[in-house]
């Protein structure tokens, strides 16, 4: 099997999930850490303008979303799977309620000014950020979560997981992970972690214990790759074969011009042609000078494809 790249920079919480994900499972990785603001060269021609955070590429397989990461590295490795059946819909019910409500109301609460120490350099940086996600969040149908709210949900959200933990669980649902639980640390990562809300955490002996056995899969790091040895690395490899090539989509059939990307926010969609589009993925295939031919993933949720 080919290498597996991530493109990550260190601050991003969703790769902090992505980066836990790959270590739980045991898996080597390589680590393309690129610029945390546009432009980003080495990455856009992986995938053709889908610019969120992270990209996990494998030779030229191109997977964005940690949804779509998750489900790719689920029979990878070691360990259990992020979907046991018992905990199938709740798992994912509650993983996809985290990486959205509970995160946008986590953005309002770490971009507080007493929270923002650490994260920006300097005046400079922060200005170029605040540019650079005014642009990013153009067309995006998200609602902006207002401190009143975005903090007592939090606070919510806290007691509950410590009321759930304080059985002895290991994780939130028995003695095994499911992708619940790396959807709830990394929000917690993002909001607590090197913030004076470290100590609203530590209130919550039980949920506190469990972050803690959370951010030991996060804190290893992927051997460094350079983002034109990643690019080297799509153009000497062949996408693997998408299988079921079919399309859902009315009117639009593989083998059609497509514009995909996520439909709520981040909304740059990447063009190429569609390989497959079912109820869990869309895949394109597309060409760059530097990349060659490459496949592109993404999850179904939260995504869509219209012909171009």
């Not at 680590?31 to 432009?39: D, E, H, K, T």
């Not at 170029?128 to 009143?148: M, N, Y």
């Not at 090197?194 to 972050?211: I, N, S, V």
């Amino acid at each position: 099997m080919p290498e597996i790249i991530l493109h990550h920079y260190p601050e991003s919480l969703f790769s902090e999930k992505a980066r836990a994900m790959l270590n739980a499972k045991g898996l080597a990785w390589r680590s393309v850490i690129i610029p945390m603001i546009m432009p980003r060269p080495d990455t856009i021609p992986l995938t053709g303008g889908y610019r969120r955070t992270p990209v996990m590429q494998v030779g030229s397989d191109v997977y964005c979303d940690t949804a779509m990461i998750a489900a790719y590295l689920d029979d990878k490795g070691e360990g259990p799977t992020f979907y046991p059946a018992a905990h199938r819909l709740a798992a994912q019910t509650l993983a996809r309620w985290i990486d959205t409500e509970l995160f946008w109301g986590g953005v309002t609460i770490r971009f507080l000014p007493e929270n923002m120490a650490g994260f920006l350099a300097d005046t400079e940086a922060a200005t170029a950020f605040a540019a650079d996600r005014a642009a990013f969040s153009q067309g995006s149908t998200i609602r902006r979560i207002p401190l009143e709210e975005a903090l007592p949900r939090h606070q919510l959200f806290l007691a509950e997981l410590e009321a759930q933990l304080s059985d002895g669980r290991t994780y939130l649902f028995g003695p095994a992970w499911t992708i619940a639980d790396f959807s709830a640390y990394h929000v917690l990562w993002f909001v607590h972690a090197g913030t004076p809300m470290a100590e609203m955490l530590a209130r919550h002996p039980a949920a506190q214990a469990w972050y803690e056995r959370m951010r030991a899969f996060g804190a290893k790091k992927g051997e460094a790759m350079s983002g034109a040895e990643a690019l080297k690395a799509a153009a000497d490899s062949t996408p693997a074969t998408v299988a079921n090539g079919t399309s859902d989509l009315p009117g639009i059939p593989v083998g059609t011009l497509v514009d995909a990307g996520p439909t709520d926010y981040g909304v740059m969609p990447s063009r190429g042609e569609l390989l497959r589009c079912d109820t869990a993925t869309i895949v394109i295939g597309r060409e760059h000078e530097r990349t060659g031919r490459v496949n592109v993933h993404f999850p179904r949720h939260g995504f869509g494809a219209t012909r171009a």
